[in-house]
């Protein structure tokens, strides 16, 4: 409708009907960034009602009245990323939402029936690297970065409880570097996938060498934390 400035929009496959516009009016300079589908509504990221402020709204996709999902937010704070659960219900959503800086894991139902719940018993400033939703919806599985000062860093993965009592486990961490004292070297989690029963992952993880190359490992855990991780294979790249 704008030029340069995107929006979220609905048409039917067969082009039987004009597309209709499912975000509501964007302030000046306000873009919608992203969107997923999910039951009946779609989720989309946007800086619908301030400039460079990034909420998760909902709308149904057959047009209608749009839903503020993340709710307030801290002076500063934004909604970074988001994923809808597998049966298209609820998004899980990560925000430096109640502390400036500080980025959290929050759960929420696409069509506004509660607010949003917090999900880490336990946040604290360390950066966020990824995350994945288990194929049940049961786990939320996500890596994060931890620094050891002066210059060292290490990634760990870690698994949040989506449904039932909220629970944080580590799961694994990236191997260690072979030479914690080498600036510029380092480790983290490269690929994760879930098995298809959604009980174990396999993931990728890769430790810098001091001549460009890496040395990287295919390890397999159960989401639940038991038992340790298990090697299955490792090499290197050039």
Not at 13 to 32: C, E, H
Request: aromatic share 8%.
């Amino acid at each position: 409708l704008a030029d340069e400035v995107f929006e979220l929009f609905s048409a039917p496959a067969d082009a039987s009907a004009a597309p209709l516009r499912l975000n509501a009016a964007l302030v000046a300079g306000g873009d919608v960034v992203r969107f997923a589908l999910g039951n009946q509504r779609a989720a989309y990221l946007a800086d619908q009602d301030q400039d460079e402020v990034y909420e998760l709204f909902s709308a149904p996709l057959a047009g209608g009245a749009v839903l503020e999902l993340s709710g307030a937010l801290i002076a500063n704070g934004d909604v970074l990323e988001f994923a809808l659960t597998p049966d298209g219900r609820s998004a899980v959503f990560l925000a430096d939402k109640l502390v400036d800086g500080r980025t959290e894991f929050f759960r929420v139902p696409l069509d506004g029936s509660a607010p949003p719940l917090a999900l880490d018993p336990s946040p604290n400033a360390d950066e966020v690297m990824n995350h994945w939703i288990s194929p049940d919806g049961a786990r939320l599985l996500f890596t994060q970065r931890v620094v050891i000062p002066p210059f060292r860093h290490v990634e760990r993965l870690f698994a949040l409880a989506l449904v039932g009592s909220l629970a944080k486990v580590q799961l694994a961490e990236a191997h260690p570097e072979r030479d914690p004292y080498s600036f510029g070297m380092g480790s983290s989690f490269l690929a994760l996938q879930f098995t298809p029963d959604g009980q174990r992952a396999l993931y990728t993880d890769r430790v810098d060498g001091k001549d460009g190359d890496e040395e990287v490992y295919l390890n397999c855990v159960r989401v639940d934390g038991s038992p340790a991780p298990l090697l299955l294979s490792r090499g290197w790249t050039d």
